[in-house]
């Protein structure tokens, strides 16, 4: 069986742990009975971990119950960026294999709800376990926003983001982020209300920052191009811009003047919210890579000449499989 499932970005800003987006990038899962296990990869993350660790493995094997599978990933998804590649993996590896609650799975394996939930639902999702099960929520999303996100060449691995969080935070702290998730929703719903304070947040990007010290000046450089807001993607280091469609290219531009003036190499890539999640059978097979990928944009940064370039396999670094934002 086939199935595909987007990237999402999770947090944007102060929905830490409960917000997460779909976006235009994928992955696509095939699994196929066979005599033993078989695991190919393609694009990013191509060769990483071809054999039974393999995360989309690990999830078909448990849902199918033994390991007499060829399974075969072909991803656009930036591995170790905060851009939910494991969870969408896990969501399409789940469906590939016929499982009846895929979102379920996916939750479980990879430990955050909202990026499985909007992997596998599409749209704006708040999502959170409600009594050991996952509630996910559908929210209004304005059709123009569009997203610029800075994709650096460096990964960042989300348990060692995690671990820069404090443990507890202060009362005041809680209700500033309250107050920006409200206007956050507020802004995704309608694009005129969306403004820089619905970003901000106190709970988790402050902290992260010295695992990616070039991000305070990557997400005020968005928003000086003009960016109506910026935030990290999920755990980092991916840095968003939020705009409209018709100011995308623009900012696109901006962004990767900036990448280059911060020393940062990677990527830019124009963005645009994904409505439809997991799509399962012969309409989830993504188009030779090679091709542009559906509805994104995408340019080199940081020092030296930008060029274009299509969906590749992620390159030298270490990468975590299991990363969830």
Known sequence: MLARAPASAANLGP????????LDRYVEVEVEPASRLIVTSEGEGAGMSDDAGHLAARVAMD?????????????????????GSSAALAVAAAAAAGAKDPLAIAAEEDGHPENAAASFMGGLVVATKVRGA?????????????????????????????????????IADATFNLGRFGLLLAGLADHRMLSREAGED??????????FPEAPKLLNALLAAGALMACWSG??????GLTTRDAANALREQAILAMAEAGV????????????????????????????????????GGPGPTTPA?????????????ENG
């Open 310 to 322: 299509g969906p590749s396999s992620a390159s030298t670094g270490v990468f975590d499989f299991d």
């Open 15 to 22: 929905g830490f742990d409960t917000l997460a987006l779909a």
């Open 265 to 300: 190499a990677g990527r830019v890539l124009l963005l645009h919210p994904e409505r439809v999640g997991l799509v399962v059978g012969e309409a989830a097979r993504l188009p030779a890579f090679g091709d542009a990928s559906p509805g994104a944009a995408e340019a080199l």
């Open 202 to 211: 106190r709970l988790h990007q402050d902290y992260r920052s010295p695992l």
């Open 63 to 83: 849902v199918v119950g033994h390991d007499r599978l060829a399974i075969t990933v072909r991803s656009q998804i930036p591995v170790g960026r905060g851009l």
């Open 134 to 170: 996952v509630r996910a929520v559908e929210m209004p999303l304005d059709p123009a926003v569009a997203v610029v996100a800075i994709v650096p060449d460096r990964p960042l691995s989300t348990a060692r983001a995690r671990q820069a969080l404090p443990h507890q935070v202060g």
């Open 235 to 240: 755990a980092g280091p991916t840095m968003l």
